[in-house]
């Protein structure tokens, strides 16, 4: 058997972000993408198929929506599946040759329009719950991908939105907290379940960051100096 082999002939990097799996018989299921490569990815999935299995894969890269076929080579239980792809047109080729060499994304002068592609921008872009992804990688996504719009949360830990402009926070609310005070409230998300629209709204700058994960971080940090005082 070479699958192990196989998997790594193509360069691979990891990548997050957003990808629909469906079938035969499938159930759609949202997860997420955690390293590609020009063949083939491995999706984090509590959910997985057996091995030969063939199913539809949807994600972005660079901004191009990408759907192929593809096969699942090896599965984890409750763990995630490699898979490997079976129809990459030249235009998700390109996107891909972009993001993991880092060249300059230059599409085939003849590409077709992705007939998915009024489908992949669709407002709801990211749908799911935070038994399968945490907050900070429901973030990341958001700004690996630069996108704008609402990440809307309802958990027994914080209820509201988080507002986004080209990938960067900027604005926060849950329950009667806005701004900083309501992102320090996403903190403690361990569960329920998220919703991201897509949208090109000019919300109102609540928050100024030029860094989410550092952001993020230092409200960590100030989280945890406050509780060490209460404590004294």
């Known amino acids: ?37 020009m063949t083939g990815a491995f999706i984090d999935s509590m959910t997985v198929y057996s091995p030969r299995t063939k199913i539809t894969l949807r994600f972005r890269v660079k901004d191009i929506p990408i759907e192929t076929a593809a ?27 972009s993001l993991i060499e880092g060249k300059p994304l230059v599409l085939p002068p003849d590409s077709e329009p992705d007939p998915h592609t009024v489908q992949s ?21 958001i700004e690996n991908n630069k996108l704008g719009g609402a990440l809307g949360v309802t958990s ?8 986004f402009d080209n990938g960067q926070i900027v604005g926060a609310q849950s329950r009667a907290a806005w701004g900083i005070d309501a992102l320090k409230s996403f903190l403690d998300v361990t569960e329920g379940s998220f919703e991201f629209r897509r949208a090109d709204a000019d919300y109102p700058r609540t928050i100024e960051a030029t860094s989410n994960m550092s952001l993020m971080l230092d409200l960590l940090r100030v989280k945890e100096e406050e509780a060490a005082m209460s404590e004294r």
């Open 1 to 37: 058997m070479t699958h192990g082999k196989d998997r790594r002939e193509a360069k691979r990097i990891s990548y997050l972000c957003e990808v629909e799996c469906e079938g035969d018989g499938i159930a759609r299921t949202a997860t997420r993408i955690n390293d590609i490569s």
């Open 71 to 97: 096969e699942v080579r090896y599965s984890i239980p409750q763990i995630g599946m490699g898979v490997q792809f079976l129809d990459l047109k030249p235009r998700h080729m390109a996107a891909l040759e």
């Open 121 to 141: 921008n669709a407002p709801d872009l990211l749908r799911g719950n935070f038994a399968i992804v945490s907050m900070f990688d429901i973030i990341q996504m």
């Open 156 to 163: 027994p830990a914080a209820n509201g939105e988080i507002l």
